[in-house]
């Protein structure tokens, strides 16, 4: 063996090793890095710490929500019903405010709102035997027609208790800074791994997600677990809509639209497959950093519309639609 190949061997046999679930993950961790680090050299404010800490900022509302997309995509299912209930909650939130509702109390009765939804189409879901799509597309009309059914204009929020809880932030070391959404969106991506990974629950998901006949035949609570990931992609959604109300300061009908577009492109970019099964809530969350990065540098540029954001992220959606297709496929040849 020459010394080439013995190095080659070397150097590739720890990447054979890498089980393919990880391949998609470790893809879109190598983006972000790259991404980065490309703006970083390109632009003299961009490698800041503040400037990374602003894709939470600015992208709180949509890392909630890909919380719950997560939990929904694993089991094989998809919520379209996402960003029409964001905005409900955001109008919801404004009416409530508006009306003299302190938020402890409004923020609750916008969360029961997210769930009720949520487990209503759960329950259709499992118990009818209808497709999600097409039930959650009706949740998005419902939930959209319900936030013009209340006022077709846009609310500003002036109440004084809900523009100090959205103004708060959180000072770190080096005058750094998170806002109370974003710190709220890393604790819900903390629990959701939490629950992923360390409960019945979320094992009960994967399970569901892998092959939902042999869940049955094993004796899993399949049918609690279906409703459960809709009521908590639900509650997601409407949490995303308070945060999203935080940042806006008002509340719309017209506020969140294709958002759910938005988080099935981050969780797919993160790696989880549209089949279920397979795939990480850590990768969902380097999908939402992906796109943050995406219209940061396309801000920073300064001369391209934010059209070419969509362009960008339908160029990388194909992409690692292919890779999911690539590496799984190569798997499935291996074990045969």
């Known amino acids: 063996m020459s010394t080439f190949e013995a190095g080659r061997g070397r150097v590739g046999a720890p990447f054979h090793r890498i089980p393919a679930r990880y391949v998609p993950v470790l893809v879109t961790l190598s983006l972000v890095v790259a991404m980065f680090t490309a703006g970083s050299l390109r632009y003299p404010y961009f490698g800041t710490g503040q400037v990374f800490l602003n894709l939470f900022v600015d992208n709180s509302f949509l890392l909630v929500a890909v919380v719950g997309m997560t939990f929904v995509i694993l089991t094989g299912g998809i919520d379209l019903s996402v960003g029409s209930v964001v905005a409900l909650s955001t109008l919801l939130c404004a009416e409530l405010a508006g009306h003299g509702w302190p938020p402890y109390v409004a923020f609750p009765v916008v969360l029961l709102v997210g769930a009720t939804l949520g487990v209503s189409m759960g329950s259709i879901i499992h118990y009818f035997e209808i497709q999600p799509f097409i039930v959650t597309l009706a949740g998005m009309f419902l939930a959209r027609g319900l936030c013009y059914a209340i006022t077709v204009d846009a609310i500003s929020i002036t109440d004084p208790s809900f523009t100090r809880i959205a103004g708060y932030s959180f000072a770190l070391p080096w005058e750094l800074f998170l806002t109370m959404g974003a710190v709220v969106s890393l604790v819900v991506v903390a629990i959701g791994l939490y629950v992923l990974h360390l409960t019945s629950l979320g094992r009960t998901v994967y399970a569901i997600g892998g092959n939902r006949q042999s869940a049955v035949l094993m004796g899993l609570p399949v049918a609690r677990t279906e409703i459960a990931v809709y009521t908590i992609s639900g509650t997601c959604s409407a949490l995303g809509g308070i945060l999203l109300s935080f940042y806006m300061l008002s509340g719309s009908g017209s506020l969140a639209v294709g958002m759910e577009l938005d988080a099935i492109a981050a969780v797919v970019i993160g790696g989880t497959l549209l089949t279920g099964g397979t795939g990480y809530l850590i990768g969902s969350l380097l999908?939402?950093?992906?796109?943050?990065?995406?219209?940061?540098?396309?801000?920073?540029?300064?001369?391209?519309?934010?059209?070419?954001?969509?362009?960008?992220v339908g160029l990388l959606l194909l992409a690692f639609i292919l890779l999911q297709r690539l590496v799984f496929a190569r798997q499935t040849a291996r074990r045969q």
């Open 287 to 312: 999908g939402v950093l992906v796109l943050g990065l995406i219209k940061t540098l396309i801000t920073f540029q300064g001369t391209l519309s934010s059209w070419w954001t969509k362009i960008v």
